[in-house]
């Protein structure tokens, strides 16, 4: 599925924040702009034009300011001195840093899945979706799919916390996926593993299932890191 574009995406987020709630319009800028840049209407490494968000958002430019902070918190966005603000581009280290922190959490989520009933619903959803987005040829929507999958995997850990902890991952993940590119191969490959892991999880074998993920994580990683180097894109 091609990108929506930011009209598109600023007209299916109105908010409903009242005009004169700043904080609430600028939330609703940064939602925006967030998702223009992980569904990939901008692309990584581009320059936001502030001009053209705040006409599609119909906000100010301090308020955009302010939602730009936000994004670059996130890791998401990056102001360059006297040239503007652009959609990050991340480097080798980052992604080493997020399969990093994936390992960890990930590994041990998965470790105290207990089989109780209805335990990996959540799983087999974001499965079923990332397998009908296949069937489509739908691969940038099958990396969508597959981080639910993998923040399915998490939610497992019973730990609201690392859940919102995660979330940030989530969305670098998505970012990195955009510079990798190639997304059929890149994710083809992957959603079988997936569904591997979870049909292990469900015979009941959580050390299994963690085993076969930490390898599937460092093979995923590897896999980035080798674009990585192809592109020369090195620590950018």
Known sequence: MPPLGLAAIAGRNPGEAAPTARGGRSARAADVVREAILDGTFRWGSKLSEPQICAAVD????TLREAFRTLAEERLVVHELN????????????VAELYGCRRIVECAAVRACTGAPGELDGVTAALARADALAGSQDWTGVGTA???????LVALGRNERLVRLTAGVWNE???????????????????ARNHAIAATLAAGDPEAAAAALAAYLDDAEAHTLATWRQRSLGEA
């Open 59 to 62: 906000v100010s430019r301090n």
């Open 83 to 94: 040239r503007g603000v652009f959609v990050r581009v991340p480097t080798a280290q980052d």
């Open 146 to 152: 597959d981080i639910a999958f993998h923040r399915a």
């Open 173 to 191: 993940m998505r970012l990195v996926f955009h510079v990798v590119g190639e997304p059929a191969e890149f994710h083809g490959g992957y959603l």
